[in-house]
Every structure is written in C-alpha cells, then in structure tokens.
C-alpha cells in the first residue's frame, strides 16, 4: 500500500477464516472492478467466500451501467464470490442488503433503511450501493453469484457540494471517523451469518420485504425504458416489487425507483 493512504489491516480479517465469508481476501490497491477481478478467480475455480477489495477501481460500476465512485482510503469497495443453490440465488441480494443495513444501524444509531431493491439510505441519501452479478452455465444452472459492495466509510459528502444531497456515509452520520477494517468485518461476519441461514434452508424474503422502506410509498418505477407508477404494496417471494395502480398489480424485476407524492397530496 502507498504510504498517503491508509490500507486496511489484513491480519484482523483473518477472524473470518472460521465461516464461508472471507475465507480467502484478496486486497488490491488498484483493480479495473472488484465485480471483474471475483468473475475472473470464480472462473478459475475459487472457492466461496472469497472477498475481493480494492482501494480504487477504475472502472466501478453500478446498476444500469453507471459508473460507481469511491475515494481510495476513506471508503469501502469490494466483491464477494458465493456459490449458492440456484433457488437460494433469489436471497442473496437479501442478504447483502441487510447486512450493510445492519452494520449501518450499529454504528450510526440512525435510521437505516432499504431502498428496493439494493440501496441502503440514511437520512434519506444514499450510503451504500449493492449489486449482484450470477453466471450461470450453457445448460442453464447456476456457476456462481457476485455480489459487489460500494459503502462510503468515512467520506464527507457535506463538503462536497455535487454529492451534498444524494450521498452519506458513516462518518457523517456517525459524527466520527471510522476504522474501516472494522466496518469491513462486520458487514461481511453479517452476511456470513445471512448466508448460513440461508443455507440452511430459510427464507429471508419476510424479514427483507419487513425492512423496505418503499413499501407503501408511491413511487415510479423507471424499468426496461417504461415507467410504472402507483403504490408499492409488498414484494413477492424472488424480491420483485409489487405495484398497485387501477386496482392492477404489476411485478417489477428490476428498475430504479422514485419516490412521488400520494394522490391528492400536493
Ligand atoms: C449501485 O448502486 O448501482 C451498485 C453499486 C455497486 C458498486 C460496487 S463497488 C464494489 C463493486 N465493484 C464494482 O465495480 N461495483 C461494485
């Protein structure tokens, strides 16, 4: 690691040898994405629980192609290789989200919340950006899932004007910086734990769909270059958002969603 930044301290990491998450680390200072660099040793073989982290990407990206930026040494970027059953695939989101969510109400004692279906918000803006990526082979069973994390740390969105009102962090909302290698460990013995469960055989859609904030908000949904308006009434079994407008239920998979006012609220 450079001397400006500060690095992460792998020899705490090693606490998580004893579960499937962070079994194995890999820890770069720079890599094009972490989603890439875990495709890439999952395709050679590597075993779940691998946690790939980078101080800076280069080419960090989110849903829908945008791009993802992060500050090398005050934030938290990283992937993690699982391999679950093909119909556990439908929790892991689940599990990534709850978990940072988690870790956030931990150590804020704010309001964390889950924007469907992978953004974890605080005071309304976003501290946390989660995306999941599977591969699944020519006969149509899945290989492998990545799930990638973006978690801003100690970053100070308040003295940056163009992220002012979209983004928080820990630090902000904490009030104090944080010790990175200690926010790491805890979102990922989190997920270990969610993992398990799931492995196990539970459900997690209940408790997940019980932490949504944008269930019984108004919302449109931007999906597949349309727009679904009308209110979020729950989520179904795989996630997909449930929305009630005329008296029809439509099932989103996907999309971005935004908040609008409720009918005859101006
Ligand atoms: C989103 O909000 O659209 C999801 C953002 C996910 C960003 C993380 S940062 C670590 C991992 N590597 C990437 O290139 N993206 C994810």
Redo the contacts with the bound molecule.
């Keep these: 690691m450079s001397d400006e930044i500060p690095g992460l301290d792998l020899s705490r990491l090693a606490a998580l040898r004893s579960g499937v998450v962070g079994v194995r680390i890999s820890y770069e200072q720079e890599l094009g ?4 660099e875990a495709h890439r040793l999952a395709e050679e073989g590597a075993t779940e629980g691998l946690v790939v982290i ?1 101080e800076q ?1 280069t ?6 192609e ?1 791009t ?1 930026i ?1 500050t090398p040494g005050l934030d938290l ?3 993690v290789l699982l391999r679950p059953a093909a119909d556990q695939l439908r929790m892991v989101n689940m599990a990534a989200t709850m978990a940072v969510q988690d870790t956030a109400l931990a150590l804020t004692n704010k309001g964390a919340v889950i924007k469907w279906p ?2 974890v918000l605080v005071s309304g803006r ?1 501290l ?4 999941v990526e599977s591969v699944t082979s020519p006969s149509g069973g899945l290989q492998y899932a990545v799930i ?3 978690l801003n740390v100690n970053l100070r969105p308040d003295e940056r004007p163009e992220i002012r009102d979209i983004a928080t962090s820990l630090a902000q909302e904490s009030g104090a910086d944080l010790d990175r290698t200690a926010v790491l460990i805890d979102v990922l013995a989190r997920l270990d734990e969610y993992y398990a469960a799931i492995r196990v055989g539970q459900d997690l859609s209940e408790r997940w769909a019980e932490r949504l904030d944008t269930i019984g908000r108004y919302v449109d949904v931007n999906w597949g270059g349309r727009t679904v308006s009308g209110r979020a009434t729950g989520v179904d079994r795989d996630g997909n958002l449930l929305i009630e407008s005329e008296g029809q239920i439509t099932t989103v998979v996907a999309g971005e969603v935004t908040l609008r006012r409720a009918p005859g609220n101006r």
């Excluded at 994405?33 to 890439?36: G, K, P, V, Y």
């Excluded at 080419?59 to 829908?64: A, L, M």
């Design positions: 994405s972490t989603m890439d980078a990407q080419k960090g990206r989110g849903r829908f945008r993802w992060s970027t990283f992937s992978n953004d976003k946390s950006g989660i995306l990638g994390v973006g």
